[in-house]
């Protein structure tokens, strides 16, 4: 049965009766509130109050009267649920909420266009789709590998449904397949102004698992769910234009701004990663023998490098930034990265560690006379890292401490859950602490 056609839905051409209003808390998790559809003109234009003072990174007595004003732009009908859903930013005292992610990407981008510029972005989420027993002993519904079709697929049909509904929330889907574990998938979908592109984000994340719960499934984006199957991944292709000009575009190959936007990236991939890779279980899946990239490193076409520049043809001059996972709150994610690549281009900083080898197969002599270091190796590492980084710390505007302090938190919360269980602090299986905490969100 198609479950597009045997939903229940609102009759065609009725309109929502509420609306949610969604934001993202400073894990990247959507929070929000319902409105009956007829405030949605004053959502927009005066904002819809709301106490902000129990919400992940918002927390605080001074958090407690907030206003979330809708984007319109962002409006979206969800077709299953009869409903709208709209993103916006959130202001105290009449300014932007400094902690606000999605008003920290958007002043960063606000400084790029200054320079003239705007930065595109095009993510890669991969996710599994398994079924759970009454345990956290996870079942694999499909045994297929990577592009496999119709034989060992079977979520094929589930992921055309996720497909199906993404245009509906703004979101071009380009390429779908099965990925190399065992019920694992992508969806690439259209780049976009990295604005646009992270709400895609959170709006594909709430697609994916809808559709999965719809079948007795459940999604997940967790970066590393299974010991010993590959981890979700989420590279961004990350271009910058002037107007109608892609500016990565050089005569033979990336431009020059290119390569410094690439080189300020690689400078401050440490402190980068606490961002992109924000999890305990993220540093599960950064370890060697994965396609996972743990080596500060950059080449062409080469998939064991951090960055990879991929084969390109006309204005589709890029970078992939291959490291990012999906748990990484996406508007701070690209905040981080951006600011990165503009420290980049400031101080025409060259990229170092270039390699068309393998580079895991290579000695640890070898790599340190070509200048390639290693991301952290867990997130108290990481945290450490961002601390000592002014440019990434900066990038965060006002959600930095709370960010930092947060993630603090879970970190001690992780390293207590080891102690108690006799576990080394260096083990790289997947506790059932990761699973509680992370597989469903």
């Known amino acids: 049965m198609n479950i597009i056609k045997s939903m229940s839905a609102p009759v065609e051409g009725a309109k929502p009766k509420f609306i949610q209003l969604v934001f993202v808390d400073i894990n990247g998790v959507p929070k929000g509130m319902e409105i009956p559809a007829e405030r949605y003109e004053e959502a927009a234009s005066d904002g819809i109050a709301f106490d902000g003072s129990s919400i992940p990174g918002f927390q605080g007595i001074e958090d407690s009267d907030l206003v979330f004003k809708a984007d319109p732009s962002t409006y979206a009908e969800v077709p299953w649920e009869g409903i709208a859903r709209v993103y916006g930013h959130i202001y105290r005292d009449g300014r932007p909420y400094p902690a606000d992610p999605r008003g920290v990407l958007r002043s960063v981008l606000k400084r790029l266009e200054g320079e003239g510029l705007k930065v595109y972005i095009g993510p890669e989420p991969e996710f599994y789709i398994l079924?759970?027993?009454g345990s956290w002993e996870l079942r694999i519904p499909d045994s297929g590998g990577y592009f496999d079709l119709v034989t060992l697929d079977r979520s094929r049909e589930v992921r055309r449904e996720i497909a199906a509904y993404m245009r509906g929330f703004g979101l071009?889907?380009?390429?779908?397949?099965h990925e190399v574990g065992n019920a694992q998938h992508e969806i690439d979908f259209r780049?976009?102004?990295?604005?646009?592109?992270?709400?895609n984000i959170i709006s594909f994340k709430y697609i994916v698992k809808a559709v999965a719960e719809m079948h007795g499934m459940y999604a997940t984006f967790m970066p590393k769910p299974l010991h010993g199957f590959p981890g979700n991944g989420m590279h961004?292709?990350?271009?910058?234009?002037?107007?109608?000009?892609?500016?990565?575009?050089g005569e033979d190959g990336l431009s020059e701004k290119a390569l410094y936007f690439m080189g300020g990236i690689l400078k401050h991939a440490k402190a980068l990663a606490a961002i992109t890779n924000p999890t305990v279980n993220s540093y599960k899946r950064l370890v060697p023998g994965y396609e996972a990239p743990v080596y500060v490193s950059w080449g062409y076409r080469n998939r064991s490098a951090l960055i990879r520049v991929p084969a390109f043809w006309g204005k589709g001059?890029?970078?992939e930034y291959r490291c990012p996972d999906p748990s990484a709150n996406p508007y701070l994610?690209?905040?981080a990265v951006t600011a990165a690549g503009l420290?980049?281009?400031k101080r025409r900083v060259d990229p170092e560690g270039y390699v068309e080898e393998n580079v895991y197969e290579m000695g640890d002599e070898k790599r340190a006379a070509l200048g390639i270091t290693t991301l952290p190796t867990n997130l108290g590492e990481a945290l450490e890292e961002l601390k000592r980084d002014p440019v990434i710390r900066d990038s965060l505007a006002g959600a930095y401490d709370r960010f930092?302090?947060?993630?603090?938190?879970?970190?001690e919360g992780y390293l207590s859950h080891l102690r108690s269980k006799g576990m080394p602090e260096d083990t790289k299986k997947v506790t059932e602490w990761e699973l509680e905490r992370y597989f469903y969100v």
């Open 191 to 199: 780049y976009e102004e990295a604005l646009k592109t992270a709400d």
């Open 172 to 177: 071009i889907p380009e390429v779908l397949h």
């Open 236 to 249: 961004l292709h990350i271009s910058l234009w002037s107007g109608e000009e892609n500016v990565f575009t």
């Open 404 to 411: 930092i302090g947060y993630k603090e938190r879970e970190w």
């Open 333 to 335: 994610a690209f905040a």
């Open 131 to 133: 079924k759970k027993n």
């Open 343 to 345: 420290d980049g281009i």
């Open 317 to 319: 001059a890029r970078i």
